[in-house]
């Protein structure tokens, strides 16, 4: 069994190298029986399930393809693909997970997360993130027309990288009494979010940030079943 964890890959079509990497990633953990953990920002948008845009077809196939072998796919939404369901997961029996969620490989407990909801000194994120998330609206939003939401997922994609211009790198980070608190009942944490790849020790307990999908590389983590937690490492994805 190979446990695999990724996180914002932020594909889209306008970044066919980023689609390549990541199918070439499907082929290479085919026959590992992998278990593939998607930590968030999957996709660099997601307007809904029921997008029908020509250049996911060849993403579907392949993620078929891959739980068809045997493998397992688990998804958490992140901050660009909170919309993603398992309305589309359900074409390659792909499965959504909590926010928030646990594993226990080989007596070490595991906690993962996209990562967003560490960043609390962020306060206007996290105030946006409390309204857009709000399923009640997320209901509203599914019946509008696609060229509609694709519209409102461009302005804020763009608000956003306005917003960040001018946000210290600290309060765009996680803010450490968050960390602490996540790491109260487990051994290890790991998410994405930030883009910072590292493994923080803290204490007797490691903190790992999966890398963002860079143009040639990324970082991920692969985990093996009797793997001690001090040696973990991230690992150099090349495409």
């Given at each position: 069994?190979?446990?695999?964890?990724?996180?914002?890959?932020?594909?889209?079509?306008?970044?066919?190298?980023?689609?390549?990497?990541?199918?070439?990633?499907?082929?290479?953990?085919?026959?590992?029986?992998?278990?593939?953990?998607?930590?968030?920002?999957?996709?660099?948008?997601?307007?809904?399930?029921?997008?029908q845009s020509t250049w996911l077809n060849s993403i579907v196939s392949?993620?078929?393809?891959?739980?068809?072998?045997?493998?397992?796919?688990?998804?958490?939404?992140?901050?660009?693909?909170?919309?993603?369901?398992?309305?589309?997961?359900?074409?390659?029996?792909?499965?959504?997970?909590?926010?928030?969620?646990?594993?226990?490989?080989?007596?070490?407990?595991?906690?993962?997360?996209?990562?967003?909801?560490?960043?609390?000194?962020?306060?206007?994120?996290?105030?946006?993130?409390?309204?857009?998330?709000?399923?009640?609206?997320?209901?509203?939003?599914?019946?509008?027309?696609?060229?509609?939401?694709?519209?409102?997922?461009?302005?804020?994609?763009?608000?956003?990288?306005?917003?960040?211009?001018?946000?210290?790198?600290?309060?765009?980070?996680?803010?450490?009494?968050?960390?602490?608190?996540?790491?109260?009942?487990?051994?290890?944490?790991?998410?994405?979010?930030?883009?910072?790849?590292?493994?923080?020790?803290?204490?007797?307990?490691?903190?790992?940030?999966?890398?963002?999908?860079?143009?040639?590389?990324?970082?991920?983590?692969?985990?093996?079943?009797d793997q001690k937690i001090d040696h973990l490492k991230l690992k150099?994805?090349?495409?």
């Open positions: 069994m190979t446990y695999l964890f990724i996180a914002d890959l932020h594909l889209s079509p306008d970044h066919p190298r980023l689609v390549r990497g990541f199918l070439d990633l499907l082929a290479t953990y085919q026959n590992k029986n992998t278990q593939l953990y998607i930590l968030g920002d999957w996709f660099n948008a997601w307007i809904g399930d029921d997008d392949e993620l078929k393809k891959f739980t068809d072998a045997g493998n397992k796919i688990y998804f958490q939404v992140g901050n660009r693909d909170f919309a993603l369901g398992q309305t589309f997961l359900n074409q390659f029996s792909g499965k959504r997970l909590p926010d928030t969620d646990y594993l226990n490989i080989d007596g070490i407990r595991y906690r993962i997360e996209h990562g967003d909801a560490l960043c609390t000194d962020d306060i206007s994120y996290q105030r946006f993130k409390s309204v857009i998330r709000n399923p009640i609206l997320l209901g509203i939003l599914k019946t509008t027309p696609l060229w509609f939401r694709q519209k409102l997922s461009n302005g804020f994609r763009k608000k956003s990288m306005q917003s960040q211009t001018f946000k210290s790198y600290d309060i765009m980070d996680v803010n450490q009494h968050a960390v602490d608190v996540a790491l109260l009942d487990v051994d290890v944490l790991i998410h994405g979010h930030t883009h910072r790849a590292h493994i923080h020790d803290i204490k007797d307990k490691k903190r790992i940030v999966l890398g963002d999908w860079k143009q040639d590389s990324a970082d991920i983590l692969e985990i093996m079943p150099k994805w090349q495409y």
